[in-house]
Nanobody, 116 residues
Framework: QVQLVESGGGLVQAGGSLRLSCATS????????MGWYRQAPGKQRELVAA???????HYAESVKGRFTISRDNAKNTVYLQMNSLKPEDTAVYYC??????????WGQGTQVTVSS
């Protein structure tokens, strides 16, 4: 199995920055994709950013140029650097991992609130 623990959420003013972290454990060698999703109240969960095992990244159009996904293999941690935050970025952010053995795993979520 794969375990994910997010941290780094909080309250920030519009224009500010936050960095989310996702610590992974378990059968990490089997993970080939990691991503950050978010879910705002009354809305569906949506993909924010993903990073593949080869390092390629993908971003939602709404966050391109503002968010950066990265990973530190030595720490088994994936990050989401969020800059120029907007009130519409307010959501619960979830870390996910796709494992060729365990399938998709999710973290518990971390709240990000951006005030105007």
């Amino acid at each position: 199995q794969v375990q994910l623990v997010e941290s780094g959420g909080g309250l920030v003013q519009a224009g500010g920055s936050l960095r989310l972290s996702c610590a992974t454990s378990g059968i990490i060698f089997s993970i080939n994709t990691m991503g950050w999703y978010r879910q705002a109240p009354g809305k569906q969960r949506e993909l924010v950013a993903a990073i593949l095992s080869g390092g390629a990244t993908h971003y939602a159009e709404s966050v391109k140029g503002r968010f950066t996904i990265s990973r530190d293999n030595a720490k088994n941690t994936v990050y989401l650097q969020m800059n120029s935050l907007k009130p519409e970025d307010t959501a619960v952010y979830y870390c996910s991992a796709y494992s060729t053995i365990a399938g998709t795993s999710w973290g518990q979520g971390t709240q990000v609130t951006v005030s105007s």
